[in-house]
């Protein structure tokens, strides 16, 4: 399928497209385009003075260049721009952030060629993914240039999994390098289309993520034989909150017909907070995910250039301004951050309630011969380490601050540094999770099977066609990496 912009995208079309569909522009928004070129083109014809287009950048932004020197200005801007280092960004990453920069030249207010866009949509098409660093933005700026660098025949990009040259990727796709024209280099790695791509990839795993945790959440409580009354309906609505009564909605769900819990039932006043509290922590989580999606849609709805051309070639406008600064999604992803690194530490308690003799009730590490066994025993310390690390992770991004551009720069909001460690903290809590739900389905096995409930035994049912119940005869690392590829996958759990 290809995705279509009319006017604005929204996260989930974002993700779609890094997923692998296409994308397209309407006629209307090639139309926006196009004048939006001319506009620039007037600009320079009348010698307007004018940020990045008739000027350098940063804090050469008073020095004027002229005419004749600024095509050379768009490639000098891509080529001293490409500073990024580390790992490379996965392909979906990559694909997401083409889909959010194709999506910021679509409103109209950028100015670059008709023709520049048709090649990000070949780079989509042909399945081009440029080679970008993933460190190295104090908020854009690298990552995109990056990008722009195979536009021009430079670099490097992987065509349908073959890494060779930027300038040999082109001709792999039939295309000679692009000649950039006036102000065409600054929109090409100015905007936000760094941090909003990543954070819509990032928003597709955490709904993945969250309903799984919901789910893994369901097999844990009934092994443990929780008291189901603390999540009644009219319990959880003394405190309003719509994640806590979808999470909530969806545990009575699962665990209905439960004969586990209907033997448990009375056994405690009350459950540990790791248990109890489901609702709130998971509902919390929820709701922080919601509002993140709305901030990032939010994003998708702005014109992130700087400048913003605007009204007509008769007489055109341009207008310098911050759009490319972008504190609400920083602060957007370092929420979202700090809510799925509490959701592992949450799940990783759960697992130390399932595998500790202590407080379990069941064999200790759910071994199968405690002993010469030891189970989970280490697979709980997994858990406590990458709890860890996504704690340091979640420290705020959008407090860091900082100058660059010889003060001209003097304000940093870090929303793309914030996406990373949001992503990091995914990659943690996807394998927490994973391990709970290996240890929930082996505390399972030790409950008669036709006790459970059928909304927990179709997970069971789900890890057992993956995973064999545990006996200390493997090593355990290739269970969880089976479990949390199950969770990281497309699929979402059993109802």
Same mark, same amino acid.
């Given at each position: 399928?290809?995705?279509?912009?009319?006017?604005?995208?929204?996260?989930?079309?974002?993700?779609?497209?890094?997923?692998?569909?296409?994308?397209?522009?309407?006629?209307?928004?090639?139309?926006?385009?196009?004048?939006?070129?001319?506009?620039?083109?007037?600009?320079?014809?009348?010698?307007?003075?004018?940020?990045?287009?008739?000027?350098?950048?940063?804090?050469?932004?008073?020095?004027?260049?002229?005419?004749?020197?600024?095509?050379?200005?768009?490639?000098?801007?891509?080529? #001293?721009?490409?500073?990024?280092? =580390?790992?490379?960004?996965?392909?979906?990453?990559?694909?997401?952030?083409?889909?959010?920069?194709?999506?910021?030249?679509?409103?109209?207010?950028? =100015?670059?060629?008709?023709?520049?866009?048709?090649?990000?949509?070949?780079?989509?098409?042909?399945?081009? @993914?440029?080679?970008?660093?993933?460190?190295?933005?104090? =908020?854009?700026?690298?990552?995109?240039?990056?990008?722009?660098?195979?536009?021009?025949?430079? =670099?490097?990009?992987?065509?349908?999994?073959?890494?060779?040259?930027?300038?040999?990727?082109?001709?792999?796709?039939?295309?000679?390098?692009?000649?950039?024209?006036?102000?065409?280099?600054? #929109?090409?790695?100015?905007?936000?289309?760094?941090?909003?791509?990543?954070?819509?990839?990032?928003?597709?795993?955490?709904?993945?993520?969250?309903?799984?945790?919901?789910?893994?959440?369901?097999?844990?409580?009934?092994?443990?034989?929780?008291?189901?009354?603390? *999540?009644?309906?009219?319990?959880?609505?003394?405190?309003?909150?719509?994640?806590?009564?979808?999470?909530?909605?969806?545990?009575? /769900?699962?665990? #209905?017909?439960?004969?586990? @819990?209907?033997?448990?039932?009375?056994?405690?006043?009350?459950?540990?907070?790791?248990?109890?509290?489901?609702?709130?922590?998971?509902?919390?989580?929820?709701?922080? *995910?919601?509002?993140?999606?709305?901030?990032?849609?939010?994003?998708?709805?702005?014109?992130?250039?700087?400048?913003?051309?605007?009204?007509?070639?008769?007489?055109?406008?341009?207008?310098?301004?911050?759009?490319?600064?972008?504190?609400?999604?920083?602060?957007?992803?370092?929420?979202?951050?700090?809510?799925?690194?509490?959701?592992?530490? @949450?799940?990783?308690?759960?697992?130390? /309630?399932?595998?500790?003799?202590?407080?379990?009730?069941?064999?200790?590490?759910?071994?199968?011969?405690?002993?010469?066994?030891?189970? *989970?025993?280490?697979?709980?310390?997994?858990?406590?380490?990458?709890?860890?690390?996504?704690?340091?992770?979640?420290?705020?991004?959008?407090?860091?601050?900082?100058?660059?551009?010889?003060?001209?720069?003097?304000?940093?909001?870090?929303?793309?540094?914030?996406?990373?460690?949001?992503?990091?903290?995914?990659?943690?809590?996807?394998?927490?999770?994973?391990?709970?739900?290996?240890?929930?389905?082996?505390?399972?096995?030790?409950?008669?099977?036709?006790?459970?409930?059928?909304?927990?035994?179709?997970? /069971?049912?789900?890890?057992?066609?993956?995973?064999?119940?545990?006996?200390?005869?493997?090593?355990?690392?290739?269970?969880?990496?089976?479990?949390?590829?199950? @969770?990281?996958?497309?699929?979402?759990?059993?109802?």
């Amino acid at each position: 399928m290809t995705v279509i912009i009319e006017k604005v995208l929204q996260w989930r079309e974002i993700a779609r497209v890094a997923e692998g569909e296409d994308l397209d522009l309407s006629p209307a928004a090639w139309a926006r385009v196009e004048q939006a070129r001319e506009i620039v083109e007037a600009l320079v014809e009348n010698g307007t003075r004018a940020y990045g287009i008739t000027t350098g950048v940063g804090a050469l932004s008073d020095t004027v260049v002229d005419r004749s020197a600024q095509s050379q200005l768009s490639r000098n801007i891509v080529l #001293s721009h490409a500073c990024g280092i =580390g790992p490379l960004l996965e392909a979906r990453e990559v694909r997401a952030v083409i889909a959010a920069q194709i999506a910021n030249f679509a409103h109209g207010h950028s =100015g670059v060629r008709p023709q520049i866009i048709r090649c990000l949509i070949r780079f989509l098409e042909a399945d081009c @993914i440029p080679d970008v660093p993933s460190k190295g933005s104090a =908020g854009y700026l690298t990552h995109n240039a990056h990008t722009a660098l195979v536009l021009i025949g430079e =670099g490097s990009a992987r065509v349908k999994g073959v890494r060779m040259s930027g300038c040999d990727a082109l001709a792999a796709l039939g295309l000679e390098p692009l000649v950039l024209a006036a102000k065409e280099g600054l #929109s090409l790695v100015n905007g936000t289309a760094c941090a909003t791509g990543l954070s819509c990839v990032a928003l597709a795993r955490a709904e993945r993520l969250l309903d799984w945790a919901d789910a893994v959440a369901a097999v844990t409580l009934e092994a443990a034989g929780c008291q189901m009354p603390a *999540f009644a309906a009219e319990v959880l609505a003394l405190r309003p909150s719509a994640g806590i009564a979808k999470v909530g909605e969806g545990l009575r /769900r699962r665990l #209905s017909g439960s004969g586990i @819990i209907a033997a448990a039932a009375g056994r405690r006043t009350q459950d540990a907070l790791s248990l109890r509290s489901v609702p709130h922590a998971h509902g919390a989580a929820w709701d922080v *995910f919601v509002e993140t999606g709305r901030i990032v849609d939010q994003e998708l709805a702005s014109v992130t250039d700087n400048p913003a051309v605007a009204g007509t070639p008769g007489e055109p406008l341009v207008w310098s301004e911050a759009h490319a600064v972008a504190p609400a999604l920083g602060q957007a992803a370092d929420s979202l951050g700090v809510a799925i690194a509490q959701l592992a530490a @949450i799940s990783e308690r759960r697992i130390d /309630r399932l595998v500790n003799p202590l407080v379990s009730g069941l064999p200790a590490f759910l071994a199968t011969d405690a002993g010469s066994h030891s189970g *989970f025993m280490i697979a709980q310390y997994t858990a406590a380490a990458l709890v860890n690390d996504s704690r340091r992770l979640a420290a705020p991004a959008a407090t860091d601050g900082g100058m660059t551009s010889g003060l001209q720069e003097d304000f940093l909001s870090h929303p793309t540094a914030a996406a990373n460690k949001l992503l990091a903290i995914l990659d943690n809590a996807e394998h927490v999770l994973a391990i709970e739900l290996m240890a929930g389905v082996q505390a399972q096995d030790f409950h008669p099977a036709a006790d459970a409930a059928d909304g927990t035994r179709t997970i /069971r049912d789900l890890v057992r066609a993956r995973v064999a119940r545990y006996e200390d005869d493997r090593p355990l690392y290739l269970d969880m990496q089976a479990l949390r590829d199950l @969770i990281k996958g497309e699929d979402a759990p059993p109802a």
